[in-house]
């Protein structure tokens, strides 16, 4: 086992090597040289367990070369599960490695919504920044829809908003449903009747696990949805830095401001300052620096080491900040359509200094 490797897993190689991904592979393993650090990347069914070791890809002299390496004693968690099949081998082969007491993890992962939702509801801050959110069933939706006219639907894992649903009741009693399904199209209906509303709900969910969460007004003055990605990571010190954030805006009409959803990207600070003013604007600043700085502390203490996360945030129409979710294994595409290559630099460059400020101390005991 050499402690100079950091190995990146992912669900799978093709999909982490496309057009969209390998950039981001590319720059990690370039970084890592420059640190004297072997970085590669490897999918979770080529580790080959009697062996002790793996076939992956390493990316050196401007092309990618698969190579055999020692398990590593450094694993960045890149895994995005996309089948059950994959969630099955993703937990055995975590299992195996959590089991190797040489190999670590860079950070752990967080659990799903839900879970986090009731972690965090208990610390005396966070608890006041977040809405109102209970597991759903169709008697929990019953008595929300009788105590408020509009709710979301959350399922407690997945992404990129897909599976998100808006129930609206309007003045007529009847309920209207927008949202995307779970491949991101959009869904826009309306039932008259509730029992007919339950029973679409019901064959959407089948047997997903879900949430039902107080509706936000997240909108901007021309009534278009955004919300505001931070980031936070660790850094070479082992200490957590905020790296930088950026605001997200959706297509005119849409429930969710995702770029998966063909949303927008714009600069904090201007854009509050347009729809909220200079004075509200500071005191909106000064509340997500507040969170982004106690968040990732109170998350480790339930659920051990992380290294980086994405936070996302929503500004009501009173200037009110909401924490909406946190993610273990954020994405830096935001940082893409800023333009802003030094922030882009860094949110790749801060995970292999964070490596290698872990494996410096693996090797010194």
Not at 62 to 72: A, D
Not at 130 to 147: A, M, R, S
Not at 171 to 200: A, C, F, M, W
Request: include cysteine.
């Amino acid at each position: 086992m050499k402690f100079n490797n950091l190995g990146i897993m992912v669900s799978d190689l093709n999909t982490a090597l496309s057009i969209d991904g390998q950039n981001f592979f590319k720059r990690l393993c370039v970084f890592g040289l420059k640190l004297k650090m072997t970085v590669f990347i490897f999918a979770l069914n080529q580790i080959q367990w009697e062996k002790n070791q793996l076939t992956g890809v390493i990316y050196k002299n401007k092309t990618w070369i698969t190579e055999t390496f020692p398990i590593p004693a450094l694993i960045y968690d890149r895994c995005f599960i996309k089948s059950r099949e994959q969630y099955l081998l993703y937990r055995k082969q975590l299992s195996m490695l959590k089991n190797i007491t040489e190999v670590q993890l860079l950070g752990n992962r967080l659990k799903d919504k839900w879970s986090v939702y009731h972690l965090l509801k208990l610390d005396p801050f966070i608890k006041n920044v977040l809405p109102k959110t209970e597991l759903y069933n169709i008697g929990t939706l019953n008595l929300w829809l009788n105590h408020q006219n509009e709710l979301i639907l959350k399922p407690i894992s997945g992404s990129h908003g897909k599976g998100i649903l808006h129930i609206k009741k309007n003045d007529h009693n009847h309920y209207i449903i927008q949202g995307r399904d779970k491949k991101n199209i959009p869904i826009d209906v309306t039932y008259e009747q509730y029992s007919s509303l339950v029973n679409n709900i019901q064959q959407f969910i089948q047997n997903r696990k879900y949430v039902i969460q107080q509706y936000l007004q997240l909108k901007t003055k021309s009534n278009t949805s955004f919300d505001i990605r931070a980031l936070v990571q660790k850094n070479g010190s082992g200490y957590w830095q905020f790296t930088g954030m950026a605001v997200r805006c959706g297509q005119p009409g849409s429930l969710t401001s995702n770029l998966h959803g063909g949303g927008l990207v714009k600069e904090v600070r201007p854009f509050l300052i347009n729809e909220y003013g200079e004075a509200k604007t500071l005191e909106i600043m000064n509340s997500i620096r507040e969170i982004v700085e106690q968040l990732p502390t109170v998350l480790e203490t339930h659920f051990g080491r992380l290294s980086e996360l994405g936070i996302d945030l929503g500004v009501d129409s009173l200037g009110k900040v909401w924490l909406l979710e946190a993610n273990s294994k954020p994405g830096r595409s935001i940082f893409n359509h800023l333009k802003d290559e030094n922030l882009k630099n860094t949110s790749i460059q801060l995970p292999i200094y964070y490596a290698n400020y872990l494996l410096q101390r693996h090797i010194g005991g």
